[in-house]
């Protein structure tokens, strides 16, 4: 009698213990992915976006010159593309493309390239 309700103690316990993390993972996502659009505002939407450029006008090198890449096979804003990883999105961002810069770690940290990838891995569900 005793190890049974031993045994639904553990599995009670367990059970609320998994509803739990999962709850804190999906609050974690969710700030992940704040912060991750509030860099992307600032750091790549000047290039990337897909109204106004920075100065407000019609300027993004960025989305033009992935218009021209891909044509109509893949979509030209970042924020639309659903194929883009972490690691894809650090190769770019550490390398830089054509007239893209390389970005530092002291510009833009692992971590906050982890947080733009969380932005626009949930950005193109709308
Ligand atoms: C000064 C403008 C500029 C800024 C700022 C910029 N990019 Fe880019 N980015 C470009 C250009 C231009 C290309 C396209 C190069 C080409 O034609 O292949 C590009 C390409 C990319 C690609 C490759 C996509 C592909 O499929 O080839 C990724 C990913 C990317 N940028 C992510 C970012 C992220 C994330 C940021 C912000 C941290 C950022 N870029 C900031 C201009 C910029």
Not at 10 to 27: D, E, K, P
Not at 97 to 103: D, K, L, N, V
């Amino acid at each position: 009698m005793k190890t049974s309700m031993n045994k639904l103690f553990r599995q009670v316990f367990l059970g609320l213990t998994l509803v739990a993390s999962t709850q804190i993972a999906i609050a974690q996502d969710s700030e992940a992915v704040a912060r991750g659009k509030a860099k992307f505002d600032h750091s790549c939407a000047p290039c990337h976006g897909k109204g106004a450029g920075d100065d407000g006008r019609e300027m993004l090198p960025g989305t033009y010159s992935l218009k021209i890449k891909y044509g109509d096979t893949m979509p030209a804003a970042l924020e639309d593309r659903t194929d883009l990883t972490s690691e894809v999105i650090s190769v770019f961002v550490r390398m830089g493309a054509w007239s893209m810069p390389p970005f530092r770690k002291t510009e833009l940290s692992d971590k906050e390239i982890d947080d733009i990838a969380a932005y626009l891995a949930v950005s193109s569900r709308k």
